[in-house]
T-cell receptor
Framework: GDSVTQMEGPVTLSEEAFLTINCTYT??????LFWYVQYPGEGLQLLLK?????DKGSNKGFEATYRKETTSFHLEKGSVQVSDSAVYFC????????????FGAGTTVTVRA | NAGVTQTPKFQVLKTGQSMTLQCAQD?????MSWYRQDPGMGLRLIHY???????DQGEVPNGYNVSRSTTEDFPLRLLSAAPSQTSVYFC????????????FGSGTRLTVV
């Protein structure tokens, strides 16, 4: 079935460092891909998404490009802040079933001042 | 605009007890779903609904029931609580399918002793 695999954490960075979280997927056809973020004590929030190959999603300085050839959707940010400390989830939807969103295990990111 | 409201925020149950987790949304979203979040496992889909009167099973439906009598409400019932159901439960909604992006509630932390 459709699934995503994301890099294990935790990841600890200093402020202004470059962040990359790897995500790869397994799916037949062309799924939609998402990154969600969960701040401490809160529910998840949609960070960005891409619905077709070569699309780039971006939000709050984060970017991810849908790479069909490598089945990847890596999350990047050029200069992290303490406020970016959170758990990040990669997820996919479809194409076999548009009504189910499959999540990765999550990557905990801590940014130190 | 409240978004997705979950109650209660915390609950402790004894093994064998039943209870209902409440979820309500005020965005007129057709799609609603329940996930459970366990450490290292990401989020797993329990049940989902594509509209009033229509529900379907997700990955881990055993021990849970749902109904959708109105567009706004999607309660999750634990029939006979077991320690394996100790988890954080999230309700999420979307205008039509997960491809539109979810709005999550703030979660219910359930402990079964």
């Amino acid at each position: 079935g459709d699934s995503v695999t994301q890099m294990e954490g935790p990841v600890t960075l200093s402020e202004e460092a470059f962040l990359t979280i790897n995500c790869t997927y397994t799916a037949t056809g062309y799924p939609s891909l998402f990154w969600y973020v969960q701040y401490p004590g809160e529910g998840l929030q949609l960070l960005l998404k891409a619905t077709k190959a070569d699309d780039k999603g971006s939000n709050k300085g984060f970017e991810a490009t849908y790479r069909k050839e490598t089945t990847s959707f890596h999350l990047e940010k050029g200069s992290v802040q303490v406020s970016d400390s959170a758990v990040y989830f990669c997820a996919l939807s479809g194409p076999s079933n548009d009504y189910k969103l499959s999540f990765g295990a999550g990557t905990t990111v801590t940014v130190r001042a | 605009n409240a978004g997705v409201t979950q109650t209660p925020k915390f609950q402790v149950l004894k093994t064998g007890q039943s209870m209902t987790l409440q979820c309500a949304q005020d965005m007129n979203h057709e799609y609603m779903s329940w996930y459970r979040q366990d450490p290292g496992m990401g989020l797993r889909l329990i049940h989902y609904s594509v509209g009033a009167g229509i529900t379907d099973q997700g990955e881990v439906p055993n021990g849970y029931n749902v109904s959708r009598s109105t567009t706004e409400d999607f309660p999750l019932r634990l029939l006979s609580a077991a320690p394996s159901q100790t988890s954080v439960y999230f309700c999420a909604s979307s205008p039509r399918t997960p491809n539109y992006g979810y709005t999550f509630g703030s979660g219910t932390r359930l402990t079964v002793v």
